[in-house]
């Protein structure tokens, strides 16, 4: 099987198995654990933030980030194709409090003055006061889309004109760094929270970082805790964490370049599948025209590939570090042919 529905199902490396298992470790709930403290410290730094806190998901470090900026009964905006709307389960609304409001865009990417029309700060007592916008980069079901730097300026000016907070849903951050050659720590300043995730591309079983200001990181730690998501000897994780920084992080281009084999094969059968300009990272979404995206999704795993259907008519297909480029091209000549309707020569 050629296993493209996630980088999220990447397996620990002998490497890292073996740095996980020469971790020095304590309780992190009494802030003991030498790896998580030396990992939450290298990721802020590298992000140009104070202070990290290791968490379990990448939901989770969300889950914290925007709480950091929204009160109760305030909300967040967002594109609606956010990972935050729709796939943490209502966790802000649930658990929080907050509501959220989205922005329309065909490929999680929008222009600065549509942020700017959709925000309401202050908003007194008629409507819904906006206390955040967050952006993801890239953006998942937007197709491993990069937010262009201007664009990121530009919302971040705006946000801080407006006293409103700027959240990063940075699950992928490493990707768009690796693609654009922008330094982490440009990224990690124009926002007020940011997540990243250990365990997409970046291959660790377990964890995300979430970097702040020292005062939100406190707080956040706090409210992890009550959350029943303070833990021990984590260090056994965050050491897979620092490995991958080391190792992993320096070969996501092969993913694109992956990637970009997979798409080329596409389009080479089904040229209106896939839109080549758009896949500059890990990720390609692919329109499955007529044809169900299920039934599409279940004919390529009879076939020996596994895509994932996100949308009706809509399959995502992610490369990682157990897909060299020749698998990515015998996936895509699969998928070419399911969706061109011949059979695979
Ligand atoms: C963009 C984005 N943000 C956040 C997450 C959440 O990460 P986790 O699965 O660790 O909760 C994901 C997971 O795939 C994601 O793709």
């Not at 970046?202 to 707080?219: C, D, E, F, Q, T």
């Not at 990272?281 to 996100?310: C, K, Q």
């Not at 008519?313 to 990515?328: G, I, K, N, P």
Request: glycine share 10%.
């Amino acid at each position: 099987m050629i296993d493209l529905r996630s980088d999220t199902v990447t397996r620990p490396t002998r490497g890292m198995r073996e740095a996980m298992a020469a971790a020095e470790v304590g309780d992190d709930v009494y802030g003991e654990d030498p790896a998580v403290n030396a990992l939450e410290a290298r990721v802020a730094a590298l992000l140009g933030h104070e202070a990290g806190l290791y968490c379990t998901t990448g939901s989770l470090a969300n889950l914290l980030g925007v709480w950091c900026l929204v009160q109760p009964g305030q909300e967040v905006v967002c594109d609606r194709q956010a990972h935050i709307a729709r796939a943490e389960m209502g966790a802000h609304g649930a658990l929080h409090g907050i509501t959220m409001r989205t922005w329309d865009s065909a490929d999680g990417v929008t222009d600065t003055a549509t942020i700017a029309r959709t925000i309401t700060p202050d908003a007194g007592p008629y409507l819904v006061s906006t206390a955040a916008v967050a952006l993801e980069n890239t953006h998942n079901f937007g197709g491993g889309t990069v937010q262009p730097w201007d664009h990121l300026v530009e919302v971040s000016a705006l946000c801080r004109d407006a006293g409103v907070g700027l959240h990063l849903d940075g699950a992928r951050l490493w990707n768009a760094h690796v693609a654009t050659g922008v330094p982490l720590a440009d990224y990690g300043r124009l926002f007020d929270t940011v997540n990243v995730c250990f365990s997409k591309g970046l291959g660790a079983p377990v964890g995300s970082m979430l970097v702040s200001s020292a005062a939100n990181i406190a707080r956040a730690r706090v409210q992890r805790k009550r959350l029943g998501s303070g833990w021990r000897q984590a260090g056994v994780l965050a050491s897979a964490a620092d490995y991958a920084l080391d190792h992993h992080l320096p070969r996501l281009g092969e993913d694109h370049a992956a990637a970009a084999a997979f798409a080329a094969e596409v389009s080479a059968s089904a040229p209106d599948a896939v839109e080549l300009s758009a896949v500059v990272t890990n990720i390609v979404v692919l329109d499955t025209g007529t044809l169900p995206a299920a039934e599409v999704a279940r004919r390529a795993a009879d076939a020996g590939v596994l895509v994932s259907a996100l949308g009706a008519h809509m399959v995502r297909a992610v490369t990682h570090q157990e897909v060299s480029v020749d698998d990515a091209t015998t996936a895509g000549r699969v998928l070419g042919a399911l969706l061109a309707g011949v059979p695979a020569t």
